[in-house]
């Protein structure tokens, strides 16, 4: 590949890629990675360096270690992964101290590279796996036969070689080929970053960045580069978030204040037990922000059990008081059932508006769901259409073209990690001014993690549970170690439904051969056909250990009409025990409901099991859980499992639990748009850098942006394409 630098003008991060590399290279980058420009290629960023003259004997490695190894291919093999999709290419090499073992997961395309003798440099961080040295998913430059290492890395300049994420079409070299093309033919770039700021951290320009990232002088300036790109996501990201947020808070809507005598005071005075102090906090927050002509946009965070839905319940009052309709959106028809049950309840003849014997204030409630009727649905919709429904309860269904409402005050969105800003925004199109709106999310997140996901919401937070509420013991059940503790855990059950209660047996399938949302941890590799699940442990416990106990079992799969009635039978007390998938994960309220025993526990994240115990203990009588495991002590299951145990933090194991996911799983669907620009930003890792940022996009708000056209420029362009992608998934 010849540079074209004779006949290109200077480039900028803007210039089309073909001007600067040849046609072929162009549509590769366009066809894998979708760049267009020479700032989308300056920004696929080198994962290590190779260094010159640097290299370990792998007799010498330790465990975390971050190596370049020159090795021979000694043998190479992939294989399917038992029991789910995918598969696994092992690569033995070996430098003559010792074997060493790579492992690609997915990347069997490899195995054509990786020829039995064929050598190269390898780099990666030294892991275990199975009590084996190993490099997991390591780079590597290949040496042309007869060649040797210096003519390996022959034609680029530094000491360090970038090593940057590769595929078959395009490999490493060849990336860092094109990139140094791209930044020869690069003119001085403009820096967005307010020079303020570049000072404050002592941050090198755009500039100076790019060119250290992919051609570090050494170590340290590349560290140094990393983070000013680094901090420039968490910055544009917060001003972004922090625009929105400013931009929604200068809407119109209609105010909604508290007034002297009406729902909302019956219901408060009707109300069998006292608000927590917390609820009565958030409480007035959110009165607060309902009493303003601009709407409301707040995130409930709180602890499982903390009393969310009654915080709701009361705003939802406020703006019913006001003429106004409130929706509430929940994640699925287990739950929206349970909170048109729940809320019924607790308006008691509050919410028999129209008939008769009614109170003159009261109000109805109404739910649209995708399984109902079509009666039903019509009566639904005409209710809602009419305003005569001041709540209206549903499922994804109440985004749907036929929902209309008379004067849409307020949105509640329950267990928000399910639905992403598009459904929020779906719904809030069907106000005549803008809505309110509270989001409640049951998975209580790190600050930052809130930060980023819910940036542009105000965050209010639940930490308290109700008085009088008994705390949950959890025990881990170690079958394989214990096998007698499995047998006392059924007896468990039934000495609480001798005294009344009632229990759950929570599975991760529906029958066996399927899955029903439980966390595989894919490198295990092992078949998980001896799962649990509902329909074996049906008659296996209803025939043996629960005999004369009455059992019923609920999944994702069955009817929405037999789901309904056997939660309603469930919370009637005719069923005693509940045999379950994670359909009962969220949400579910069952204050008489004082066992579960989650079998195959290891197969569900830790904010998972949170969530699936948050189901006991939410009356006045102590909860059990039981975490039943075929994990043995010391493996990282057994670890998650005993971290679950230890703590009923939800805070805290939600970082525990979120450290363990991809950063794209724990940014969720929430943040479209936002999320293909965080190429660097570890949300938990980089969490002083996230609340710098912030502080720091707060300041350039509340000046004057135009100041920095350069910054406000590149703002623009982002909130473009996240337009763009929204529209593209319309
Ligand atoms: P979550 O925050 O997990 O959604 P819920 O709103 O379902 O919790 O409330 C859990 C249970 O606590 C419900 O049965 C509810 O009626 C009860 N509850 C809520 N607030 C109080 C309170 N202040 N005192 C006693 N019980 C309460
Ligand atoms: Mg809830």
């Avoid at 080198?46 to 792998?58: A, F, K, N």
């Avoid at 291919?73 to 073992?101: P, Y």
């Avoid at 529906?510 to 699940?533: P, V």
Wanted: contains cysteine; charged residues 25%.
């Amino acid at each position: 590949m010849q540079p074209r630098r004779e006949n290109v003008a200077m480039a900028t991060l803007d210039s089309k890629l073909v001007g600067v590399l040849g046609d072929r290279t162009t549509k590769v980058l366009r066809d894998l990675y979708g760049y267009l420009t020479v700032g989308d290629l300056l920004h696929h960023y080198p994962r290590r360096y190779l260094v010159r003259g640097e290299l370990s004997d792998i007799s010498e490695l330790n465990e975390g270690d971050e190596v370049t190894i020159l090795a021979e291919v000694f043998s190479a093999s992939s294989r399917r992964l038992q029991g789910r999709k995918g598969n696994i290419l092992e690569v033995i090499v070996t430098d003559g101290s010792a074997k060493l073992s790579l492992t690609f997961f997915n990347q069997a395309w490899r195995e054509k590279d990786l020829k039995i003798g064929k050598q190269g440099l390898f780099a990666g961080k030294v892991g275990v796996f199975n009590g084996k040295r190993q490099l997991a998913h390591p780079d590597y430059e290949l040496i042309a036969d007869g060649n040797d290492v210096d003519a390996a890395v022959e034609g680029f300049a530094g000491k360090y070689l970038p090593m940057y994420p590769a595929s078959s079409k395009m490999p490493s070299w060849k990336i860092a080929q094109c990139i140094e093309l791209a930044i020869g033919a690069l003119d001085d770039v403009p820096d967005f970053l307010p020079e303020l700021i570049r000072e404050k951290y002592g941050y090198p320009t755009l500039h100076q960045a790019l060119v250290q990232l992919h051609n570090p002088a050494d170590l340290d300036s590349a560290e140094k580069a990393r983070e000013r790109l680094t901090y420039d996501e968490a910055f544009l990201l917060q001003l972004l978030l922090l625009a929105r947020r400013k931009e929604l808070k200068g809407l119109d809507a209609v105010a909604r204040a508290v007034t002297a005598d009406g729902l909302l005071k019956e219901f408060d005075s009707a109300l069998p037990f006292e608000l927590t102090a917390g609820q009565r906090a958030v409480s007035a927050e959110i009165e607060n922000d309902l009493a303003q002509p601009h709407p409301m946009n707040r995130l409930l965070q709180g602890e499982v059990g903390s009393g969310k839905t009654i915080v709701a319940l009361r705003a939802m009052l406020t703006v019913i008081d006001n003429g106004g309709q409130a929706a509430l959106l929940a994640p699925t028809e287990v739950l929206a059932a349970q909170h048109l049950r729940t809320i019924q309840t607790l308006l008691g003849p509050l919410a028999h508006g129209g008939m008769l014997g009614g109170s003159e204030k009261a109000t109805h409630v109404t739910l649209i769901t995708g399984s109902q009727s079509a009666a039903s649905r019509k009566e639904a919709l005409a209710q809602a259409a009419s305003g005569a429904a001041g709540i209206v309860i549903g499922t994804h269904a109440l985004l749907g073209q036929s929902v209309e409402f008379k004067d849409l005050g307020l949105i509640v969105v329950d267990e928000q990690h399910r639905f992403g800003v598009e459904q929020r925004d779906a719904l809030k199109g069907k106000a005549v001014t803008p809505p309110h709106l509270l989001v409640m999310t049951a998975t209580p997140i790190p600050r930052t993690v809130a930060m980023t996901v819910f940036g542009d919401l105000d965050v209010s937070t639940l930490r308290e549970l109700p008085l009088g509420r008994q705390p949950i013991t959890t025990h881990v059940v170690p079958v394989l170690e214990k096998p007698g503790f499995l047998e006392r855990a059924w007896e468990r059950i039934r000495e609480e439904v001798s005294q009344g209660h009632q229990a759950y047996v929570v599975a991760p399938r529906i029958a066996a051969g399927t899955s029903e949302d439980a966390d595989i941890d894919f490198l295990m590799g092992e078949s998980s056909s001896t799962l649990a699940s509902v329909e074996d442990l049906g008659p296996l416990l209803s025939g043996g250990a629960l005999q004369g106990l009455s059992v019923a079992p609920l999944h994702g799969k069955q009817a929405s009409e037999l789901k309904d009635a056997t939660m309603k039978a469930f919370s009637n007390k005719e069923i005693d025990v509940l045999i379950s998938t994670t359909v009962i994960e969220v949400g579910v309220d069952i204050p008489n409901a004082t066992v579960m025993v989650i079998m195959d526990a290891d197969r569900f994240g830790v904010s998972q099991l949170h969530q699936l115990r948050g189901r006991v203990g939410r009356g006045t009588s102590p909860g059990l859980c039981l975490l039943v495991t075929s994990a043995l002590a010391q493996t990282p299951a057994r670890e998650r499992l005993e971290a679950v145990a230890g703590t009923t933090d939800g805070f805290e194991l939600s970082r525990i639990d979120l450290e363990q996911r991809r950063e794209g799983d724990v940014l969720g669907a929430s943040q479209s748009g936002s999320r293909s620009h965080l190429r660097l930003l570890r949300v938990l890792r980089d969490e002083s850098m996230i609340e710098q940022a912030r502080e720091d996009a707060s300041r350039i708000l509340d000046g004057d942006i135009k100041e920095y056209p350069l910054l406000e420029a590149e703002l623009a362009q982002i909130q473009a394409d996240a337009a763009a992608e929204f529209i593209d998934k319309a």
